[in-house]
């Protein structure tokens, strides 16, 4: 009698320890990047969740054009004015065919190069910070009519804000 008080306990840790060898794990990874700026210096970010997204033209049926893509921007710096352009021409591309596009942010429409840079937010502005809209719509072709098609690109405008030079 007692070797089985004895061995029915030894039973029922073998089993609990052989369920424990099946035991299954499964580990996750997850990448971190995190862009911390300068403080008082430049800093752009999208308002929202749109930044890194693909931004879809809608066809507009009763114009028959793409519709805008309107967007907020924040901007804040310490160093001075905020100016932004594009750092190539704007546009989408579809086979052979190809739709500029038109970029304007805070009104002001960008140009292409830091020559042709437009002034977003002046000192005092920047200082502070500010929400800035940002449009970006389709030029019209000279025909009058888009070529039908999927079009794709990519709009890379730059930032700028540098401390006024001393007199």
């Known amino acids: 009698m007692r070797l089985k008080q004895f061995f029915m306990p030894l039973g029922i840790v073998a089993a ?23 403080p008082g210096g ?6 929202g969740d749109w930044g890194g997204r693909v931004q879809q033209m809608q066809w507009d049926i009763a114009t028959q054009a ?22 190539n021409p704007a546009e989408m591309v579809s086979g052979g065919d190809s739709v500029a596009l038109d970029v304007a942010v805070a009104g002001q429409k960008l140009g292409v190069g830091a020559s042709n840079g437009a002034v ?10 500010r929400n800035v809209g ?33 007199l």
């Open 42 to 47: 430049l800093q752009v970010s999208p308002v």
């Open 16 to 38: 609990l320890a052989a369920g424990q060898a099946w035991a299954e794990q499964q580990s996750i990874t997850v990448e971190v990047l995190a862009q911390i700026p300068t």
């Open 120 to 129: 977003i937010a002046n000192p005092t502005e920047a200082a502070a910070g």
């Open 66 to 87: 793409p519709k805008p893509i309107v967007q907020q921007l924040q901007v804040k710096s310490g160093l001075g004015e905020i100016k932004a352009y594009l750092s």
């Open 134 to 166: 940002l449009n970006i719509s389709a030029v019209a072709p000279s025909s009058g009519t888009y070529t039908s098609g999927t079009y794709q690109g990519t709009v890379i405008m730059m930032f700028e804000s540098v401390a006024p030079k001393a």
